[in-house]
Nanobody, 124 residues
Framework: QVHVVESGGGSVQAGESLRLSCAPP????????MGWFRQAPGQEREFVAA????????RYTDSVKGRFTISRDSAKNTVYLQMDSLKPEDTAVYYC?????????????????WGQGTQVSVSS
């Protein structure tokens, strides 16, 4: 299993932006599809965005369409989530994980252990 490290979270005000990063220390994502998920307090973890290999296909949950952009840099072995126009309801711990396909990631079928995540807090 490939363990990942998420980073880039923080506390911002509504309307501001953050960029999250995800990388597996000492390993590569190979050609797997990658996804971002989030878990708000008292709620189940939910799918946010996914990107296929090599990165032309993407998928988003409806609540973030037009505001979030997922991308991957194979040379840097890193997956990003650019989050613009943040809203208080985006507050959550954000995680990334890998899957066998874009469709699999979009329904939460992931192949790696979950990392620590990175906290995103958006105030109104």
């Amino acid at each position: 299993q490939v363990h990942v490290v998420e980073s880039g979270g923080g506390s911002v005000q509504a309307g501001e932006s953050l960029r999250l990063s995800c990388a597996p220390p000492g390993r590569t994502f190979s050609t797997r599809a990658m996804g971002w998920f989030r878990q708000a307090p008292g709620q189940e973890r939910e799918f946010v965005a996914a990107i296929g290999w090599p990165g032309s296909a993407t998928r988003y949950t409806d609540s973030v369409k037009g505001r979030f952009t997922i991308s991957r840099d194979s040379a840097k072995n890193t997956v990003y989530l650019q989050m613009d126009s943040l809203k208080p309801e985006d507050t959550a711990v954000y995680y990334c994980n890998a899957g066998e396909s874009l469709a699999a990631v979009a329904v939460g079928r992931v192949v790696d252990s979950w990392g620590q995540g990175t906290q995103v807090s958006v105030s109104s």
